[in-house]
């Protein structure tokens, strides 16, 4: 008979929520995909516990995440390397690495600190978390306020049964991702032509900043401004993860998982697929660089 396991929650840091990999193709409803911001982060965590890769885990941002094991647990941490230790029911303490598989015993803590690179770091546990799902998913969108609520002291995170398959290796050997000037491959927007012709050249000759009024929803950025050549506001247009929407302000907004479904200012430029995930982990204070990039 399965064992019911429970991870408990002791402190969050400064943000910790449940994430999948969303529910996409609900845009018709109103709902955007959410999920994890990094989603290779979080499938690779799941694949080294032989977890599917979708199955729900935790995101912690900046660290401080502190967790006790209720049942003997198997961890492992993705995403942005930060300091981590486990110490046990009997008080000893050790340090585990990064994408590897870990033990972590029955009455034993996880803790987490700052990461030196990078902003989001994951933490699946093998049979993934079991919270209820709402539209088909268990993950939590902080602008839409679907989902399970934001985890805190005293939470209890149910873990569901282990999958068939066993952990096949136990580290995965991935190089450092989160350099300290990312550059994300871009795609003139739908609406590029609503800037003039030295506006895209400009998005890609000059780094911007990321500001501290960024979140799971988008990245507000601050460099060089991008000037309009068409004047008025559009329509409500729908949006996707990558987007970068111009405001008034010409600083631009990288739209990442928890976006609105639909937005009224022009898009110039979106962001490829596979790099949104770096720059869901790039940090306020931090450059990024755009490259323009052939369709």
């Known amino acids: 008979m399965f064992e019911r396991r429970v991870l408990e929650v002791l402190a969050t840091g400064p943000m910790a929520t449940v ?7 609900r845009g018709d409803l109103g709902v955007g995909r959410s999920g994890a911001a990094d989603r290779g982060a979080l499938r690779l965590a799941n694949r080294l516990l032989a977890n599917p890769e979708g199955a729900a885990a935790l995101e912690v941002t ?16 993705a995403g942005a390397v930060c300091p981590a230790t486990i110490t046990d029911a009997a008080g000893r303490t050790r340090g585990i690495g990064h994408q590897a598989v870990e033990r972590l015993p029955d009455g034993a803590t ?46 209890l995170l149910p873990v569901g049964p282990p999958p068939i398959g066993f952990p096949v290796v136990d580290l995965a050997p991935v190089f450092e ?4 000037e990312p550059v994300l491959e871009i795609l003139p927007g739908p609406r590029d032509d609503w800037f003039s012709e030295e506006a895209l050249k400009k998005l890609c000759s000059e780094p911007y900043e990321v500001t501290g009024d960024s979140d799971r929803v988008g990245m507000r950025l601050r460099g060089p401004r991008l000037e309009r050549v068409r004047e008025g506001e ?16 010409g600083n631009p907004t990288l ?34 660089r755009f490259r323009l990039g052939r369709a």
Do not use: C, W
């Open 19 to 25: 994430q999948d990999l969303g529910r996409p193709g």
């Open 62 to 77: 900046l660290g401080g995440l502190k967790v006790r094991a209720r049942g003997n647990l198997l961890v492992a941490l």
């Open 110 to 155: 996880l803790r987490l600190g700052v990461p030196r690179r990078g902003l989001r770091t994951y933490v699946a546990v093998r049979g993934g978390l079991d919270v209820p799902e709402v539209l088909g998913s268990r993950a939590t969108d902080v602008m839409a306020g679907l989902g399970p609520g934001r985890p805190a002291p005293g939470s």
């Open 177 to 180: 991702l989160h350099p300290r």
């Open 234 to 249: 559009l329509p409500p247009e729908g949006m996707v993860p990558g987007a970068l929407q111009v405001p008034p302000s």
């Open 255 to 288: 739209f990442l998982a928890d976006h609105p479904v639909t937005g009224g200012y022009p898009v110039i430029a979106v962001v490829r697929t596979r790099d949104v995930d770096r720059a869901a982990q790039a940090r306020p204070g931090q450059l990024i």
